[in-house]
């Protein structure tokens, strides 16, 4: 099946500071999205982005779907920014793949 | 969680019992999904439904086995409970042709003494 790997798999950064967590794919995908999972334990949608570029307020992610990776930006963090970001892919089969997530914590 | 509801929230049971977790959605997704989450793995698909009475494997399947009888409804069973299989368990609705962006309900947290 597709492997999903993301990076960094750690991230601390001072609120105000930019980021970018990278998600790598093993194979060609028709369905990639970016969720943030907050400390409660929710999953939250963030982008549907199997190619091309989206922005939403101070997030924004990248597909280049040719090169098999996903770019997912956060700028000007916040505390409530905190919490695991996880990209999931889905190939030519029916099954979502979640990468390993990225954990990041946003300190005053 | 747009219109994924599981039950129950939280589950406490013995070893050695049958336990069913419920997915319930409003949405007509088509496909239908359900992980574990365990620290340090991420989340871990146990199988999926692409349709009614439509059901595959994912990479964690070994002691549960679910069922769809009707699109709202995807049931989860652990036949026998094992203390491995204490985790929080996450359903997902969407991810298909027609509906193309998953989404998650709010999760179970499962504990098997």
């Known amino acids: 099946g597709i492997q999903v790997e993301q990076s960094p798999p750690d991230l601390i950064l001072q609120e105000g500071a930019n980021s970018t967590l990278r998600c790598n794919f093993s194979d060609s995908v028709n369905n990639l999205q970016w969720f943030h999972q907050n400390p409660w334990g929710q999953l939250i949608n963030l982008f549907y982005i199997p190619s091309g570029t989206k922005q939403n307020g101070r997030l924004s992610a990248t597909t280049v779907a040719t090169e098999r990776y996903s770019l997912l930006y956060i700028s000007s963090s916040q505390t409530t920014d905190s919490g695991v970001y996880f990209c999931?892919?889905?190939?030519?089969?029916?099954?979502?793949?979640f990468g390993t997530g990225t954990q990041l914590k946003v300190e005053l | 969680d747009a219109g994924i509801t599981q039950s129950p929230r939280h589950k406490v049971t013995e070893t050695g019992t049958p336990v069913t977790l419920r997915c319930h959605q409003t949405e007509n997704h088509r496909y239908m999904y359900w992980y574990r989450q365990d620290p340090g793995h991420g989340l871990r698909l146990i199988h999926y439904s692409y349709g009614v009475k439509d059901t595959d494997k994912g990479e964690v399947s070994d002691g549960y086995s679910v069922s769809r009888s009707k699109t709202e409804d995807f049931l989860l069973t652990l036949e026998s409970a094992t203390s491995s299989q204490t985790s929080v368990y996450f359903c997902a609705g969407g991810g298909g042709t027609e509906n193309t962006e998953a989404f998650f309900g709010q999760g179970t947290r499962l504990t098997v003494v």
């Open positions: 999931a892919v889905r190939g030519g089969g029916n099954k979502l793949t």
